[in-house]
């Protein structure tokens, strides 16, 4: 079984700045892209920005140039350290991970939990 675990949201002043973290944990072979996504009330969910498993990255227009996304293959994380925020980055941020739990079965997505970022003064 796959859990995937949120961290670092909360409630920032615009301008200022959250790294969220997401580690994978359970039973995993192999690990793909893994991928930041958020959803804000009344809107669907949109992706921020993703990153291979050769670290190529891809970012939503919006954020480009005060988000980055990274990980830590030997902790299975994920993290996006977003700079600059403004208070239309408020929302729900989803991790999701493609990975294969065991040899020889598909890879597929796994969401996580969800941890919400509010920017406001």
């Known amino acids: 079984q796959v859990q995937l675990v949120e961290s670092g949201g909360g409630l920032v002043q615009p301008g200022g700045s959250l790294r969220l973290s997401c580690a994978a944990s359970g039973t995993i072979f192999r690990i793909n892209a893994m991928g930041w996504y958020r959803q804000a009330p009344g809107k669907q969910r949109e992706l921020v920005a993703t990153?291979?498993?050769?670290?190529?990255?891809n970012y939503a227009e919006s954020v480009k140039g005060r988000f980055t996304i990274s990980r830590d293959n030997a902790k299975n994380t994920v993290y996006l350290q977003m700079n600059s925020l403004k208070p239309e980055d408020t929302a729900v941020y989803y991790c999701?991970?493609?990975?294969?739990?065991?040899?020889?079965?598909?890879?597929?997505?796994?969401w996580g939990q969800g941890t919400q970022v509010t920017v406001s003064s």
């Open positions: 990153i291979t498993r050769g670290s190529s990255t």
């Open positions: 999701n991970i493609d990975l294969s739990p065991r040899l020889g079965i598909t890879s597929r997505g796994y």
